[in-house]
């Protein structure tokens, strides 16, 4: 059986409290100028462990791709709206989701442009407003100038006529002169024969002036007049209107003959007042008015 040395055993117990007084002061922080210290040990605060501190890393710039910052340089990812080094606003917000080339290309393999319709029948109805404009004001000019302002003359550009006294030829209804005429050539009502008008370009013929007998003065019978006549227009594609119409026994009339594109005017006798063996029908003046 083993004694244990007293001595020892408090010389051991002596060290280990001054071990554990070297820790207890090594957590103490002194206090300066502390009243009752003792035994030459000043007054101490209880110790605060200081925290440890975060590492800092190096930012790794080749880790993401697709977007650099313009600021700082930094790669970014496509779906990144800012950079992840310094905020920036990136230009790659549109490509937001997309992180596998692949997958983006796939994407926009199969992209379909989204089209603004409101936008769209807008710009067509104001395309249509403004070609309809520009088709219809010609129309709209005509026919105000139609409706308010009078027809002018058309004078034509070729007469004839089926048979003509020496004296008195078919231009001669056309010169504007009133004291000249045309005779049929023939005695009696000369029935069928007919004047005869050409025009080199198509007009609109609205209404005819005529003035049968040899003059405008009613009272001048010297020669016979027509009583009924017809008139035949004839337009640049060949269509024809026929019209007829009872003259009055002297004086100038005026006779309503309405078509478009007309080329070609016929006036045929079909009676006559005051016929005589002596005398011919003669018709002194033609006048055509429309517009060109």
Known sequence: MTVA????????????????RQRARALLVPVPDAEGAEGGVPAVLPGRPAPARPTVRALQADI????????????N?????????????LDGRANQGVQDPRLRRQRLAGWRPRIPWKRVLVIAGIVCA????????????????????????????AVSASNADAAHPAQAAFDGVSNSWWGTGYSGDSS??????????????????ITPGVSRRVEDRSQARPERIDVLLTDARGRTALMHYAL?????????????????VDMIVRTAYGTAQNKQVAIAEVEMFGRS
């Open 64 to 75: 993401e791709s697709g977007v650099t910052c313009p600021r700082c340089g930094v790669d």
């Open 248 to 264: 009055a026994d002297g004086g100038a009339q005026v006779v309503d003959a309405h078509m478009d594109d007309v080329v070609q």
């Open 77 to 89: 990812r496509l779906d990144r709206a800012f950079c992840r080094n310094d905020g920036t606003p």
């Open 130 to 157: 403004v070609i309809g404009a520009a088709l219809l004001t010609p129309l709209v000019i005509r026919t105000v100038n139609e409706r308010f302002s009078d027809p002018s003359p058309l004078p034509p550009a």
């Open 192 to 209: 069928g024969q007919y004047l005869q008008a050409n025009y080199q370009q198509p007009v609109k013929l609205e209404k005819m002036i």
């Open 5 to 20: 040395d007293p001595d020892l055993s408090a010389r051991a117990r002596r060290d280990g409290d001054s071990d554990g």
